[in-house]
């Protein structure tokens, strides 16, 4: 699919915390090309809670990674690996 960018060249985005995340799952959902780089050689937990506040919860729902009863776990994770440069 030609992305809305003006071709096939993927989407960058720029760091693979929440935002960029949730940014590139709800890209590549839609069938765009998407690249996301991070600083770290891996994404793992590094110890600090967050918090949400409610409309994270909508936005996620309208992506479609909203958790519930008979789903616990996401069907369809991005790979693990972070992109070097």
Known sequence: MAGANGGSAPFLISGGGIGGLITAYALAHQGFPVRVFEQAPEFREVGAGIQ?????????????????????????PLPRKCATR
């Open 52 to 76: 949400l506040g409610p409309n994270i919860f909508r936005v996620l729902e309208k992506v479609g990674l909203k958790r519930t009863r008979s789903s616990p776990t996401l069907t369809d």
